[in-house]
C-alpha cells in the first residue's frame, strides 16, 4: 500500500529565515505530488505540482518554491519567510489528477 | 475566479438527521467531481467521487448528487453522526489532466 510521509509535524520559524518543508510518497512511483496551502478561512491552496523528476508547475507567485530530486521526493522551500507564509501545508501525490491522497500536514507559524 | 464554491461555509445539524452540503461550479470542462473530508491538524482524506456521466453515486451513508445543468453537486449524509463533524471540500477535475480546483470548505457539525 502507498503512504506519504511529511515532516515536520509542526514548525515556529522567524520571518526572514529559510524553510524547508519535505514530502515522500512510498509504495508507488512516478505519482503526481503536489504541495498547498491551507490558510484561515481561505480553503486549500494549490501552490506547486509536479508529473516526474525536474518538472514543477507553480501556480501561485509566492516566495516559495518546490523542487522534485526523486521520483517519490518533493520539497517545498524558501529563502526568506513573510509573516503571510503562516499556515497548514499539505502534500499530495495521485496517480491521475482524480482522486488525490494527503500527506499529514505541517503547520508553519512565522514569528 | 473562483471555479469550486462552497457558499456556506459552515452547517449545524442534530445527530441521527440528514446533513446536505453544497457545491457549485463554474466551469463546464469539469468532468469527475470529489468529496474531501478533513479533521483539524489532519490532511484531507478521499471520500466519495462521481463522474459526470453519473448523477449519483452512493457509499454507506454517504450520497453524492451530481446535476449538471445546474453546475451544482451535493453530498447527503445520513444518518449524520458526531464524528461526521469536520470540514467537507469539494473538487473538481477536467479529464484528470489538470490538478483538483478545490472550494473553501464547509465545516460541519453534528450535534449529539
Known amino acids: 500500500s502507498q503512504t506519504i510521509h511529511q515532516w515536520p509535524a509542526t514548525l515556529v520559524q522567524p520571518v526572514g529565515s529559510p524553510l524547508s518543508l519535505e514530502c515522500t510518497v512510498e509504495g508507488t512511483s512516478n505519482p503526481n505530488l503536489y504541495w498547498y496551502r491551507q490558510a484561515a478561512g481561505r480553503g486549500l491552496q494549490l501552490l506547486f505540482y509536479?508529473?516526474?523528476?525536474?518538472?514543477i508547475s507553480s501556480e501561485v507567485p509566492q516566495n516559495l518554491s518546490a523542487s522534485r530530486p526523486q521520483d517519490r521526493q518533493f520539497i517545498l522551500s524558501s529563502k526568506k519567510l513573510l509573516l503571510s507564509d503562516s499556515g497548514f501545508y499539505l502534500c499530495a501525490w495521485s496517480w491521475t489528477d482524480y482522486e488525490q491522497y494527503f500527506g499529514p500536514g505541517t503547520r508553519l507559524t512565522v514569528t | 475566479d473562483q471555479q469550486v464554491k462552497q457558499n456556506s461555509p459552515s452547517l449545524s445539524v442534530q445527530e441521527g438527521r440528514i446533513s446536505i452540503l453544497n457545491c457549485d461550479y463554474t466551469?463546464?470542462?469539469?468532468?469527475?467531481f470529489l468529496w474531501y473530508k478533513k479533521y483539524p491538524a489532519e490532511g484531507p482524506t478521499f471520500l466519495i467521487s462521481i463522474s459526470s456521466i453519473k448523477d449519483k453515486n452512493e457509499d454507506g451513508r454517504f450520497t453524492v448528487f451530481l446535476n449538471k445543468s445546474a453546475k451544482h453537486l451535493s453530498l447527503h449524509i445520513v444518518p449524520s453522526q458526531p464524528g461526521d463533524s469536520a470540514v467537507y471540500f469539494c473538487?473538481?477535475?477536467?479529464?484528470?489532466?489538470?490538478?483538483?480546483?478545490f472550494g473553501k470548505g464547509t465545516r460541519l457539525s453534528v450535534i449529539a
Open positions: 466551469n463546464s470542462m469539469f468532468d469527475y
Open positions: 509536479s508529473v516526474g523528476i525536474g518538472q
Open positions: 473538487a473538481a477535475s477536467s479529464s484528470g489532466n489538470t490538478p483538483l480546483v
